[in-house]
Nanobody, 119 residues
Framework: QVQLVESGGGLVQAGGSLRLSCVAS????????MGWYRQAPGKQRELVAE???????NYAESVKGRFTISRDNARNTVSLQMNSLKPEDTAVYYC?????????????WGQGTQVTVSS
């Protein structure tokens, strides 16, 4: 059984910073892409940022220059440093990872962590 557990969400004022972390645990052979999605109330879940095993990154236009994604392959972790936060960044943030086990390869999701940015 593979689990992804996020941490680091919370309440912050506009212009502030937060750092989200996610750790994958279980019987893992390797992890391909890792990423962060978010879902605001009444909206669809959207990609925030993703990083390949080789550390190539991709960001949503709305967060470019403000957010930085990174990963530690040895520890099976992915982090999202969020700076210059805006009220429109308020959402539940979900960690995802494409995990290869000894039986298959599939995407796993965390339970989500709330980020609230006050104006």
């Amino acid at each position: 059984q593979v689990q992804l557990v996020e941490s680091g969400g919370g309440l912050v004022q506009a212009g502030g910073s937060l750092r989200l972390s996610c750790v994958a645990s279980g019987i893992i052979s390797s992890i391909n892409d890792m990423g962060w999605y978010r879902q605001a109330p009444g909206k669809q879940r959207e990609l925030v940022a993703e990083v390949t095993r080789g550390s190539s990154t991709n960001y949503a236009e709305s967060v470019k220059g403000r957010f930085t994604i990174s990963r530690d392959n040895a520890r099976n972790t992915v982090s999202l440093q969020m700076n210059s936060l805006k009220p429109e960044d308020t959402a539940v943030y979900y960690c995802t990872a494409e995990v290869r086990t000894f039986t298959n390869t599939r995407a796993y999701w965390g339970q989500g962590t709330q980020v609230t940015v006050s104006s």
